[in-house]
């Protein structure tokens, strides 16, 4: 699309206007004729597949902790998808609990505890929460269309042990 040099007064930054159009951009940074560094920005296709990420493996078994995890919905290649917006079922088996469901969309008035959230933009959060007991907590999430996937999480004793 084109070259432009940038320095601190910039931050860095270079501005171009590019036409929409499906494919693939690929942002490159060169420093004395080398490149240094490059990102892609590609074009995902239909929602296809449920993505999850915690923010821990391992929670203390207090009835208190928390793990975080984050869903999103991909296309057939894995490619984030993010105008997703599926209904989105939640179903916790083992030692925990969900404390909460969100999507970070201040419209939606859902409420924060439930086993449903749709997505918006191509994302959704579930927090989980231990009980008193150990053993492994299985997060499976599901949509119409996408198939089910599902998340382990640890519940830790007091003492260690699981």
């Given at each position: 699309?084109?070259?432009?040099?940038?320095n601190v007064e910039q931050q860095f930054k270079a501005t171009f206007s590019v036409p929409y159009s499906p494919g693939m951009l690929k942002a490159v940074g060169v420093?004395?004729?080398?490149?240094?560094?490059?990102?892609?920005?590609?074009?995902s296709g239909e929602?296809?597949?449920i993505k999850l990420t915690t923010d821990r493996k391992g929670i203390i078994a207090?009835?208190?902790?928390l793990s975080f995890v984050t869903i999103e919905i991909c296309d057939k290649d894995g490619a984030f998808q993010p105008n997703?917006?599926?209904?989105?079922?939640?179903?916790?088996?083992?030692?925990?609990?969900i404390a909460a469901v969100g999507n970070a969309d201040m419209k939606?008035?859902?409420?924060?505890?439930?086993?449903?959230r749709k997505a918006w933009r191509g994302r959704a959060m579930v927090a989980i929460?231990?009980?008193?007991?150990?053993?492994?907590?299985?997060?499976?999430v599901s949509s119409p269309g996408l198939s089910e996937t599902s998340i382990l999480v640890n519940a830790i004793a007091h003492d260690g042990t699981k």
């Amino acid at each position: 699309m084109g070259e432009q040099a940038t320095n601190v007064e910039q931050q860095f930054k270079a501005t171009f206007s590019v036409p929409y159009s499906p494919g693939m951009l690929k942002a490159v940074g060169v420093e004395k004729d080398k490149e240094v560094e490059s990102t892609i920005l590609k074009t995902s296709g239909e929602a296809a597949s449920i993505k999850l990420t915690t923010d821990r493996k391992g929670i203390i078994a207090n009835g208190q902790d928390l793990s975080f995890v984050t869903i999103e919905i991909c296309d057939k290649d894995g490619a984030f998808q993010p105008n997703a917006a599926n209904r989105l079922q939640f179903k916790i088996e083992g030692p925990g609990t969900i404390a909460a469901v969100g999507n970070a969309d201040m419209k939606d008035n859902d409420p924060y505890i439930g086993n449903s959230r749709k997505a918006w933009r191509g994302r959704a959060m579930v927090a989980i929460r231990s009980t008193h007991n150990a053993g492994d907590i299985n997060l499976k999430v599901s949509s119409p269309g996408l198939s089910e996937t599902s998340i382990l999480v640890n519940a830790i004793a007091h003492d260690g042990t699981k």
